[in-house]
């Protein structure tokens, strides 16, 4: 693996370490961002963690808990860290165990690295180019990352789905995802939906767990950039909704288009 996965990795780690201390704790320390989204301690220890692990590649980092770098400075980017310190922290204050640490390396506007890390399971998914994604299990602070891939499954690692499944979020089903799924149903016939928190809908895709994620709600460049490299890491698309128009990064304004990923 190269030194910017494995600092990556490393990183992803260590913030799910400091994510699982407050989750185990009473305290999360809930407070509200601007758009009224929660933000705890989790957040901000975790993005002080990886921050401080990334600034040894000096490359550029753009993350969800420091995001203001104005436009005129980030377009001069030809390659950068994105990093979401804690994916999913709705599903974290639920404690569900439904949340993820995802940093990605983005080079001309495109994912080319992405780490998804699981603290509660303790699952980490990458991918880099030319070696594919992968996932391993048990990983900790303990673990020997240099011969990580030696302990790692390729994926997708399930090949065939019983049924065409779709996953999706429960905090985000609206009126055109339903009529999507409608869609899929007339060409699929029976169907299964399964409901996943963070990027972990993504990962489901990468692994062959789900046929495809459509999401038509709002996400930002930070929530998608790792799952995005991970899946076509895959072999999977991610595309906006007319099924052939990239998704790409490092946009002025930072939110997603609607987008589909398919395996």
């Not at 949340?99 to 890390?117: D, Q, R, S, W």
């Not at 460049?221 to 799952?227: F, H, K, Y």
Request: net charge negative; aromatic share 10%; charged share 25%.
């Amino acid at each position: 693996m190269n030194d910017n996965l494995i600092l990556a990795i490393k990183a992803a780690i260590f913030a799910g370490k400091e994510i699982l201390e407050i989750y185990k704790s009473e305290d999360f320390e809930i407070k509200l961002k601007s758009d009224d989204s929660p933000l705890t301690l989790a957040d901000q220890k975790a993005h002080n963690v990886i921050v401080d692990i990334l600034s040894e590649t000096n490359i550029p980092i753009l993350s969800e808990e420091g995001k203001d770098i104005s436009y005129d400075e980030r377009q001069k980017w030809d390659c950068y860290w994105l990093v979401d310190p804690l994916d999913g922290t709705k599903e974290f204050i639920k404690r569900n165990g439904e949340f993820t640490v995802n940093i990605a390396l983005i080079k001309e506007n495109t994912p080319v690295l992405g780490v998804i890390y699981v603290p509660v399971t303790k699952d980490l998914y990458f991918s880099d180019e030319g070696i594919g994604a992968l996932k391993a299990i048990n990983v900790d602070s303990e673990t020997d990352l240099n011969n990580l891939i030696q302990f790692s499954f390729k994926l997708p690692f399930f090949t065939e789905t019983e049924k065409f499944t779709v996953v999706g979020s429960r905090s985000h089903m609206n009126k055109e995802t339903e009529e999507f799924i409608d869609d899929l149903k007339n060409q699929h016939g029976e169907l299964e939906f399964i409901s996943k928190g963070s990027s972990l809908k993504i990962c489901m895709v990468a692994e062959g767990i789900a046929n495809i994620y459509p999401r038509f709600a709002p996400t930002m460049e930070w929530d998608t950039a790792a799952g995005h490299a991970i899946a076509t890491g895959a072999g999977c698309s991610v595309t906006q909704i007319d099924k052939k128009t990239p998704v790409v990064y490092n946009k002025e304004n930072l939110l997603n288009p609607w987008f589909i990923i398919v395996r």
